[in-house]
């Protein structure tokens, strides 16, 4: 005696299908490539041609790292959100020079004011952005007042980053939103994520870096 329809079965095999389908994938380490674009000011157009536009940032556990590539210079900017940590490690090779740079907890504290702080609510609008299911968040900065709006997904989990971390407070991953460093603003959207093995050692320097001040290293770039 047939029980189940054929039909049924077939509705109901396609619904758990979809179901597994759209099951959040919780990715603890990695890569994330951001594509980025600028929203310059008259006075920072000089800057155009120097900024990047994309940033790739490896992440494992609460440990990440944000990468730039500025020509012969690669800078790779390291954080543990949570233990309010931040240092750089530059590479110079035109120069032959190494450089590492801890930032003080009162220089993490003076960096960390700089960022929006987001007030926003998630709203019902929905839309595919490279291939994660979004909602959009309309965002208002507190101090600003400006308003913006953040895509966030729940189909992949991963842990925030120097890049998101701003935008990580609304119940998903950011994958097309708004952030700020040193007065210019960004436009970032994720272009991809992988799964990966992040190597040993990835988020520290090796002894052939010479230690430098926050302070000194500002002082370089004038």
Same mark, same amino acid.
């Given at each position: 005696m047939?029980?189940i329809?054929k039909?049924s079965?077939?509705?109901?095999l396609l619904f758990?299908t ?11 380490? #990695?890569? =994330?490539i951001?594509t980025l ?6 006075d920072q157009?000089?800057y155009?041609?120097?900024? /990047?536009?994309e ?5 494992r556990g609460?440990?990440s790292a944000?990468?730039v590539?500025?020509?012969a210079?690669i800078?790779?900017? =390291? ?8 240092s ?9 020079k190494?450089?590492? %740079? =801890?930032l003080?907890?009162a220089?993490v504290?003076?960096?960390?004011a700089g ?10 609008e929905?839309?595919?952005?490279n #291939?994660?299911?979004?909602t959009?968040? /309309?965002v ?11 895509w ?8 925030p980053?120097s890049v998101?971390r701003s935008?990580?407070?609304?119940g ?10 040193n007065?210019?603003?960004i436009?970032a959207v994720v272009?991809?994520i992988?799964?990966?093995s %992040? /190597?040993a ?5 090796s002894?052939?870096?010479?230690s430098m001040?926050?302070t000194?290293l500002k002082?370089?770039s004038?």
């Amino acid at each position: 005696m047939r029980i189940i329809k054929k039909s049924s079965l077939f509705m109901l095999l396609l619904f758990l299908t979809l179901s597994i389908a759209a099951a959040q994938r919780k990715i603890n380490e #990695g890569t =994330v490539i951001y594509t980025l674009s600028y929203e310059l000011s008259a006075d920072q157009q000089q800057y155009a041609t120097m900024l /990047p536009n994309e940033l790739t940032c490896y992440f494992r556990g609460d440990s990440s790292a944000a990468i730039v590539n500025q020509g012969a210079t690669i800078i790779k900017g =390291v954080s543990v959100i949570k233990n309010n940590y931040h240092s750089l490690i530059i590479d110079l090779p035109a120069a032959s020079k190494k450089i590492v %740079v =801890v930032l003080t907890s009162a220089e993490v504290e003076q960096e960390n004011a700089g960022l929006p702080q987001f007030q926003g609510v998630k709203g019902t609008e929905k839309q595919v952005i490279n #291939g994660y299911y979004c909602t959009k968040v /309309p965002v208002t900065e507190a101090r600003g007042g400006a308003n913006y709006d953040i895509w966030i997904t729940n189909d992949i989990d991963m842990p925030p980053n120097s890049v998101n971390r701003s935008s990580s407070i609304f119940g998903g991953m950011p994958v097309k939103f708004v952030t700020f460093n040193n007065g210019f603003k960004i436009n970032a959207v994720v272009k991809e994520i992988k799964e990966m093995s %992040v /190597p040993a050692g990835f988020f520290s320097a090796s002894k052939d870096y010479e230690s430098m001040s926050y302070t000194d290293l500002k002082a370089m770039s004038k």
